[in-house]
């Protein structure tokens, strides 16, 4: 029989699936012997499924030729392909359509208990990029897919990671873990912007937010000095950037609760006694910058050249938070 011919698209999807399997650096010599296939004709340490998941398929054939052996492309494909087969872990599920997994599915039942809504975007939650990165490859963009999903599991399936994490937090309601993975109020129900925005300065390390927190006048002590003088400028305004591009997702989705503050803010309540439920004045600090452009009218650019070259407060939020 012809060994089968894959394509790019073949290599793109084995090799990024490879990325999480618990055999990525297990030799393919041995993981050809395992499969019982023609033997890999590479040897030594670097031999491994590591050292090619992340080139292209250009970039596979031509390392491979390089090695003088440019047939075993679909050969490694091969190997890895069949490897997944018995090293997917979520390789066996429960075979059922989605409309009868849903019935009776108590992580369903969780959520609605605790009044966090199923359509809620996975890509919204503080899971890791490697769990995200899986929940993409399985078409998981709500919390209601990643629900059935994880309740059409083979029980014998063993989960680890941030899947794991939020599938107890769910299972237990354990509402401390669900405030780490997404925008939940402890004590409360539903999920709120305030938390939203805290999640993604949480997860910024403690020498980034001194560092932003300088930004905007704060005094630091002289050990956190030290730890933000660590950073380059780049890294700061990168920082920022992206925390803002974070922000816009969260007021997109809280669309309805940013309308809602903006009324009372226009009609002379506080910024501050809003965000007071964070309980992190760090977290206040910057939620507060971040909402600072959907909430109060643009300074004049007079005012904003001006507070640029004093080193203010708008100036800071210019430079760093601004939107143009």
Known sequence: MAEKKFTEKDWDDIRMAFHTSIMVDTSLVSLAQNLDTDAWPLTGEEETPAKYIDLSYAELSRTLSLAGCPENLNHLIGILRDTMAFDNPFGEMVQQTEVHASKDNQLLKNFAKVEIPESYPIGLTQLSSDTLEFCQRENLSTLAQFAVFAQGMSKTVIVSGDFRKLLNAVANIDESALAELMPFRTGGKGLHLPEALALPVNALAPAMRYALLRNFGAQLTREETREADALSEEEVAA???????????????????LAELKVQVDEGGSIERYLMVLNDPVAETLASVLLQPYLKPAPPVQEVKKAKKTGGFLGSLARLFGKK
Not at 242 to 248: F, G, K, P
């Open 239 to 257: 920082a920022a950037a992206a925390l803002r591009a974070r922000a816009d997702q969260f007021f997109a989705w809280f669309a309805d609760e």
